[in-house]
């Protein structure tokens, strides 16, 4: 399994196969804190080949940057993908995930990063920079 992209927007959907993504950033500004960013949206891009049919199994963590996490377990995103056997006649299979995100909080400005984890493992890391307006 490989990631093609992995994108912190304003919004993305999938439309027919095709990654579609509107307001690319990985900075956010802020005139008071804590806050709340109202809405936006990961968008994820996988390729398989052959080898990586079965069962995927993905999380999405919010960070700091002594690795403690901002959003709760029990609400981080997570979503699973089973992979069944590629046709014969394909070299590989891409799949798009858009996660959409209500409410973000936000404490400080500082670093943080959406750890996304591919079977409990670290796959991507989406760095996000939080500053003072």
């Known amino acids: 399994m490989q ?7 304003d919004s993305a959907s999938d439309y027919q196969g095709k990654l579609c993504i509107l307001g690319a950033f990985d900075t956010i500004r802020a005139q008071r804190f804590p806050m709340m960013y109202p809405h936006c ?10 080898g990586d049919e079965g069962e995927h199994k993905f999380t999405i963590t919010l960070i700091d940057p002594d690795g403690n996490r901002i959003i709760p377990e029990k609400g981080e995103p997570n979503f699973n993908f089973t992979l069944k056997e590629l046709p014969t006649d394909r070299y590989f299979v891409s799949q798009n995930f ?19 984890r ?5 796959a991507a890391r989406i760095p996000l920079s939080v500053m003072q307006a």
């Open 3 to 9: 990631i093609l992209a992995s994108l912190l927007c």
């Open 41 to 50: 949206s990961l968008a994820l891009r996988f390729l398989f080949r052959p």
């Open 98 to 116: 858009v996660i959409n995100l209500q409410g973000l909080p936000i404490l400080r400005p500082n670093a943080y990063s959406f750890d996304i």
């Open 118 to 122: 591919h079977n409990g493992e670290i």
